[in-house]
């Protein structure tokens, strides 16, 4: 029993190492923001602006302002019935995307370099 | 091989194959790629405590490739395949010095699974961006290591004090 404890406490020491790991990193990497219009990617945007900073995404069927800060992105202005895209708020890295259904556009949010790579496993 | 053994390796076969099966059917406990219970494993692990290395790896690689035809696809059977004999080699060695603690034989087994797997994605992907889930996978590793572990322990126990009565 005493030896089941020490393994234990092994185990729990790595695994704290490795959730500060987890976190350190989660810090350090804004993420990436993936912007498509009608399934088609329009642009890509790093997350990792000191300075946050707006522009418009001016399509056949209207607009949307995109606001990018450090590690999220949201949008603050639309020109769509609903206004469900500016109601949403921020997205983050790992969060669902920001979606725009009048104008058919989506905001896809995630770390620069992982989550393309994992698919299958 | 004596037929009693033969027989209770193919036993072990399908109870592992049932379980594997049964498992994909559920749906992923956290949205993270490579993360899952694996309680297949119980089975492998038992099978090493109780009736020893060699049929132990018949009852892994039997499950694998039945596995992947049942319930998986060709990219599975690949990280399958590295996880598993990573996994199994580990166990295999520690099984000699940790035999009464199954569990924690098991949690060093998750972990080198969940490493084999990352090597295979690596590769596949030619990218070392994979190991970025190592942090994750060992977490997950010692998390559902140490839960199958026990289940084998107690498994093993169990049909040990049985075999001698």
Redesign the interface.
């Known amino acids: 029993m005493k ?2 404890i020490k ?2 406490a092994l ?1 729990a020491a ?2 704290a190492v ?2 500060a ?2 976190l350190s ?1 989660g810090a350090a990497d804004g993420g990436r923001a993936v912007i498509r219009v009608d399934g088609e990617v329009y642009s890509v945007v790093e997350l990792d602006a000191d300075e946050p900073y707006e522009f418009d995404i001016r399509t056949e069927r209207g607009y949307n302002r995109l606001r990018v800060e450090k590690g999220c992105v949201s949008v603050t202005e639309a020109d769509c019935p609903d206004k469900l895209c500016v109601k949403r708020g921020k997205a983050h890295p790992g969060d669902l995307p920001l979606v725009c259904l009048p104008h058919r556009l989506t905001v896809e949010v995630g ?1 620069a ?2 989550d ?6 | 091989m004596s037929v009693k053994k033969i027989t209770a390796t193919a036993m072990l076969l399908a109870a592992a194959l049932t379980i594997f099966v049964a498992e994909a059917q559920l749906p992923p406990p956290v949205p993270i ?2 993360v899952k219970l694996g309680l297949a494993n119980v089975v492998t692990l038992a099978a090493l405590s109780l009736l020893g290395r060699r049929e132990a790896f018949a009852v892994l690689l039997g499950r694998i490739a039945l596995g992947s035809i049942f319930a998986g ?1 060709a ?2 059977f690949i ?1 399958s395949l590295c996880g598993g004999l990573l996994c199994y080699i580990v166990m295999a060695v520690l099984i000699g010095p940790l035999g009464e ?1 199954l ?2 034989v098991s ?1 060093f087994g998750a972990v080198a699974h969940n490493v084999g ?1 990352i090597a295979a ?2 590769a596949l ?1 030619h ?1 070392a ?2 190991w ?5 996978l ?2 997950s590793g ?2 559902t290591g ?1 839960f199958t572990g026990l289940c084998a322990q107690l498994i093993a126990k169990r049909l040990k004090r049985r075999k001698t009565e």
Do not use: E, K, N
């Open positions: 030896t089941d393994w234990a185990f790595v695994c490795c959730a790991v987890l990193r770390r370099d992982v393309a790579v994992a698919g299958g496993m | 790629p490579g696809q990219v599975s990280y603690r569990w924690v949690v797997q994605a690596a992907a990218s961006a994979a970025a889930y190592l942090p994750v060992i977490i010692v998390i140490a």
